[in-house]
């Protein structure tokens, strides 16, 4: 008798921590040639729990296979063309060449993944941070419950740098913040802001970090707007700093100031409380005033606060993004609501009454908007916000625009590539399957989010089939003429 390459105890010690209770473990099938099918159902915390399918071969090293991969954080990288996925189980790499019939995922192995991380973790994952072009990862890795390291790999080649030792653990999206050029990131460490330059470190030339301070305070200071903009709001003054003159000033003398103040603000901004967006010009600013008040303050006027556009929070809703589309055109979600500032029209934050917004994702030029509702995704024009195309998706998540006439969308259940002027999609992968097995020629079948779905071995991609019934799958089997598979205690014991 042995135990799944104790797979399970490796389950728990992952899982447990991640939930309210334990994960829900499940046998799905066994084939003769010694593939398990095992389902993994875990919650992600703001979302309902997602199921996730693994495949074993118990005649091959218990190899684990992933055949799907949920994803609780998305990133698009249009340089290589590939999307990346993380969730509490691994960070996987998806290639999205065209003119290929296969689609490669492989996981970043650097980054602990299922089943040879044992570590527990908390129930929510510790986001990663890549940089714009994909080339570098910062990984958060954790040495007790609140610290840790601040750690930099390269994406191609999985070197190691340690870029702090004394980091706070930090579950927001970024831990860190990359310029959009990828040449450098900030970030914090106790109560003080340092800078990063990758080609310094490609060089071998990276100064210690005594030279690298920008001055004090956290992330939330910060906001990069373009290559050669990264603004920090101190106290009332906005100051635009330029990348070459952050290396200058920190190197040959004391932090910050460098650059030259943008603006001075009428109120005190507390990084504790407060959020900010500059203008892609800095003529302006958007400050979040304790998570209730929106400001809309001109730099470059004296127009009196009681006329400047203004709004109200409830408690229960917050600014989930804010989109700069030029100076004084303003679109920002609050809750589930697009708001619209238009500041040389009605110059005030008008609701644009768009029922059950999860997101808006803006094309790269700006031209169209992509906005991510419960059951699909409306494309519509920002001038008008007249919907151009409707595309049906369920529990859309993320989006990205790879061109203008083609998005991924990122589901809860599938992952596919459209085109938002046909409306053919090109699946990707599965994100969780309801059900999944085998059918009577021991080939693996799923079902979610009901419909049918059967996976092609030779190009590694599930294909939707035109089944209308659980009929495909067969009555699955628990033994085989060279091993038995059972449950016991959370555990999955196999008989050989």
């Known amino acids: 008798m042995k135990s799944a390459f104790a797979l399970f105890t490796i389950l728990l010690s992952v899982l447990i921590p991640l939930t ?100 527990p973790v908390n129930g929510k994952i510790l986001p990663v941070s890549s940089s714009p072009d994909g080339k570098w990862v910062l990984q958060q890795e954790a040495d007790g419950p609140v610290r840790g390291k601040l750690v930099l790999y390269s994406s191609s080649s999985g070197k190691r740098l340690v870029v702090s030792d004394s980091h706070v653990l930090s579950f927001r999206e970024n831990p860190a913040m990359w310029s959009p050029d990828s040449r450098y990131f900030i970030y914090s460490e106790n109560g003080e802001i340092y800078y990063v330059s990758t080609l310094q470190i490609e060089n071998g030339r990276l100064p210690g970090k005594q030279y690298r301070e920008i001055g004090t305070g956290t992330l939330s200071n910060m906001m990069w707007t373009r290559p050669d903009a990264l603004y920090y709001l101190r106290g009332t003054e906005l100051l635009l700093l330029r990348p070459s003159e952050i290396f200058t000033k920190s190197f040959y003398s004391e932090p910050l100031p460098a650059g030259f103040v943008s603006g001075v603000l009428p109120i005190e901004f507390d990084p504790n409380f407060d959020s900010f967006w500059p203008s892609p010009d800095g003529l302006s600013v958007i400050i979040l005033k304790g998570k209730k008040n929106l400001f809309y303050f001109p730099l470059n006027e004296t127009r009196e606060a009681v006329n400047l556009p203004f709004l109200h929070l409830s408690e229960e809703n917050t600014v989930k993004q804010l989109w700069w589309r030029s100076e004084g055109d303003v679109f920002l979600l609050v809750g589930e609501s697009l708001y619209h500032l238009d500041t040389e029209g009605e110059n005030s934050f008008r609701n644009m009454n768009v029922p059950q917004l999860r997101r808006f994702v803006p094309s790269e030029d700006r031209r169209f908007m992509a906005l991510l509702q419960d059951n699909g995704v409306s494309i519509r024009n920002p001038d008008t916000l007249k919907e151009l195309r409707f595309l049906n998706h369920p529990d859309p998540r993320n989006l990205f625009w790879t061109d203008n006439a083609q998005v991924l969308i990122i589901g809860g259940r599938r992952i596919e590539r459209v085109s938002t002027e046909s409306n053919e999609s090109d699946l990707l992968a599965l994100s969780q399957v309801d059900k999944a097995g085998f059918d009577s020629q021991e080939t693996l079948r799923a079902i979610s989010g009901g419909r049918f779905y059967r996976w092609q071995a030779d190009s590694k991609r599930w294909m939707e089939t035109a089944d209308t019934s659980t009929q495909a799958l067969r009555i699955p089997r628990y033994e085989t003429p060279g091993n038995r598979v059972y449950m016991e205690e959370n555990n999955i014991i196999v008989r050989t």
């Not at 960070?91 to 490669?104: A, C, D, G, I, Q």
Request: contains cysteine; glycine residues 4%.
């Open 20 to 119: 309210a209770g334990e994960p829900a473990l499940c046998i799905s099938d066994l084939a003769d040639d010694g593939r398990l099918l095992l389902t993994i159902t875990a919650d992600q915390p703001g979302w309902d729990s997602y199921t996730s399918l693994f495949s074993v071969n118990l005649d091959d090293n218990d190899r684990v296979e992933t055949r799907t991969y949920f994803p609780e954080i998305s990133r698009y990288f249009s340089e290589t063309s590939e999307l990346e996925i993380q969730n509490r189980f691994g960070l996987y790499r998806v290639s999205l060449k065209p003119s290929s019939e296969t689609v490669e995922i492989h996981e970043m192995h650097f980054h602990p993944f299922f089943p040879e991380y044992k570590h």
